[in-house]
């Protein structure tokens, strides 16, 4: 079974940053897909980045303001978000799919909250 588990959520003043960490334990394997999502109060989940097998690819809302990484001898995914804005306000989700077998992962969540 496949665990992720996220950190380093919290409050933080527009223009600020923070990093988010996604550790993957339990059975490893190749992930298809794994990325981070967000969920705003009243709002559809959204996708922010995600890394496949063709690359990396951003939120346009996002994009030159958060960058992913991915440390594989730690299983862990990182999120590096900066110049924050209020809108991006919300509970950051890690996630994790396989092809094979239609299986996805999710992590608990971690709430991000931007101050004006």
């Known amino acids: 079974q496949v665990q992720l588990v996220e950190s380093g959520g919290g409050l933080v003043q527009a223009g600020g940053s923070l990093r988010l960490s996604c550790a993957a334990s339990?059975?490893?394997?190749?992930?298809?897909?794994m990325g981070w999502y967000r969920q705003a109060p009243g709002k559809q989940r959204e996708l922010v980045a995600g890394?496949?097998?063709?690359?990396?690819d951003y939120a346009g809302s996002v994009k030159g303001r958060f960058t992913m990484s991915r440390d594989s001898t730690k299983n862990t995914l990182y999120l590096q978000m900066s110049s924050l804005k209020p809108e991006d306000t919300a509970v950051y989700y890690c996630?994790?799919?396989?092809?094979?077998?239609?299986?996805?992962?999710w992590g608990q969540g971690t709430q991000v909250t931007v101050s004006s």
């Open positions: 339990g059975i490893i394997f190749s992930f298809d897909f």
């Open positions: 996630a994790a799919f396989v092809t094979a077998g239609n299986k996805s992962y």
């Open positions: 890394i496949t097998a063709g690359g990396t």
